[in-house]
């Protein structure tokens, strides 16, 4: 099946910094989705992504959609405690199934 | 609008025993779907349904049987439950056609001793 590599695998950071992470596919993918992970909770969808080069807002998130089709890349800004959680991203291949492929995730703590 | 709702939040099983994970969406989409997490492993796919009346095995799908019951609720069933099927097990909804944005339950957290 389809190879997602997302990095970092986890991240430890004092509260203000921004935050960068991505993600990087074997081959072409159609959609990139982003999403959050709250301690105890379900992953909640943060920001997607359709066309190469997009480059999408969510109040402090910007997510893009790389210009090769092969990545994607979320950065938060200045950070706050409640930016706790984990953060995978997920994608479908150009010409593959419509079910998204997720990343193992990007585990971020918030040092106030 | 609940969205995608999962029972039970906990469970406690041992070796053997069987066990039905209940999941609901008010949604209206046509696709669902079982996931599983475990730590380091991000979101596996165990079994979906891209509409009523069908399933398909995802990449997990051993130990495990599912039942999309109609077009709200699709089940998922642990026959004889193995400690190597202790996990937190996600229910997920979408559309079929696009966005394939993905909706997530809360989740049921299974021990199996």
């Known amino acids: 099946g389809q190879q997602l590599n997302q990095s970092p695998q986890s991240m430890f950071i004092q509260e203000g910094e921004d935050v960068s992470m991505n993600c990087t596919s074997s081959s072409i993918f159609n959609t990139w989705l982003w999403y959050k992970q709250d301690p105890g909770e379900g992953p909640v969808l943060l920001i997607a992504l359709y066309k190469a080069g997009e480059l999408t807002s969510n109040g402090r998130l910007t997510a893009q959609f790389g210009i090769t089709r092969k990545d994607s890349f979320l950065n938060i800004s200045a950070s706050i405690p409640s930016d706790v959680g984990i953060y995978f991203c997920?994608?479908?291949?150009?010409?593959?199934?419509?079910?998204?492929?997720f990343g193992r995730g990007t585990s971020l703590i918030v040092h106030p | 609008n609940a969205g995608v709702t999962q029972n039970p939040k906990f469970q406690v099983l041992k070796t053997g025993q069987s066990m039905t994970l209940q999941c609901a969406q008010d949604?209206?989409?046509?696709?669902m779907y079982w996931y599983r997490q475990d730590p380091g492993m991000g979101l596996r796919l165990i079994y979906y349904?891209?509409?009523?009346?069908?399933?398909d095995k995802g990449e997990v799908p051993n130990g495990y049987n599912v039942s999309r019951l109609n077009k709200r609720e699709f089940s998922l069933r642990l026959e004889s439950a193995a400690p190597s099927q202790t996990s937190v097990y996600f229910c997920a909804s979408s559309e079929v056609t696009g966005p394939y944005e993905q909706y997530f339950g809360p989740g049921t957290r299974l021990t199996v001793t």
């Open positions: 997920a994608g479908t291949a150009s010409g593959g199934s419509y079910i998204p492929t």
């Open positions: 949604m209206n989409h046509n696709s």
């Open positions: 349904s891209a509409s009523e009346g069908t399933t």
